[in-house]
T-cell receptor
Framework: EPEVTQTPSHQVTQMGQEVILRCVPI?????FYWYRQILGQKVEFLVS????????KSEIFDDQFSVERPDGSNFTLKIRSTKLEDSAMYFC???????????FGPGTRLTVL | AQTVTQSQPEMSVQEAETVTLSCTYD???????LFWYKQPPSRQMILVIR??????QNATENRFSVNFQKAAKSFSLKISDSQLGDTAMYFC??????????????FGKGTKLSVKP
């Protein structure tokens, strides 16, 4: 069964460093998402991406964040200068059409020291 | 703005028994989707069940069923014959029915379910 994959599973970084979180969505999916979950809290939407551009973003997704689909398979989330409060689980999700459910990857745990 | 409320932070149930998790939501939309996702200790988000708001019939997936009350904006999840593997966080989620490229999920805070042997 096709699945969304994410790498790395755990990333530790120093405050102020740049990180790139990688996702490979399911191959025939067209809509891509990033969510984050701070430990013990609910899952929060960051950004949606369709047709090679951002279609919607939350207030969390400020200028420090960017997304890219560089090669038609990978979908990346970049945080330019990490802060302590960026420590969270980051989930990538994808869906086939506008009316299907989203399938989530296993997440990347980001720890900012 | 849409909101999703799960009023039960934690619940427990004996193996083989039935448990119901509550979810209410607030929206001015008339057409939307509702979901229950399960998050076991591995923290992977797994879709349990979905409901289209325009469908009056409650969705069912094996031991999982929902009670969707559109007028009351209520969407509860019933788990029958609970199994140890059902132990997880359960998140209720809302998605607007949009014809375009949006459709992000709005999650509740979750209910931690423990199934006891």
């Amino acid at each position: 069964e096709p699945e969304v994959t994410q790498t790395p599973s755990h990333q530790v970084t120093q405050m102020g460093q740049e990180v790139i979180l990688r996702c490979v969505p399911i191959s025939n999916h067209l809509y891509f998402y990033w969510y984050r979950q701070i430990l013990g809290q609910k899952v929060e939407f960051l950004v949606s991406f369709y047709n090679n551009e951002i279609s919607e973003k939350s207030e969390i997704f400020d200028d420090q964040f960017s997304v890219e689909r560089p090669d038609g398979s990978n979908f990346t989330l970049k945080i330019r200068s990490t802060k302590l409060e960026d420590s969270a689980m980051y989930f990538c999700a994808s869906r086939a059409t506008a009316y299907n459910e989203q399938f989530f990857g296993p997440g990347t745990r980001l720890t900012v020291l | 703005a849409q909101t999703v409320t799960q009023s039960q932070p934690e619940m427990s149930v004996q193996e083989a028994e039935t448990v119901t998790l509550s979810c209410t939501y607030d929206t001015s939309e008339s057409n939307y989707y509702l979901f229950w996702y399960k998050q076991p200790p591995s923290r992977q988000m797994i879709l349990v069940i979905r409901q289209e708001a325009y469908k009056q019939q409650n969705a069912t997936e094996n031991r999982f069923s929902v009670n969707f009350q559109k007028a009351a904006k209520s969407f509860s999840l019933k788990i029958s014959d609970s199994q140890l593997g059902d132990t997880a966080m359960y998140f209720c989620a809302f998605m607007k029915h949009v014809g375009g490229s949006q459709g992000n999920l709005i999650f509740g805070k979750g209910t931690k379910l423990s199934v006891k042997p």
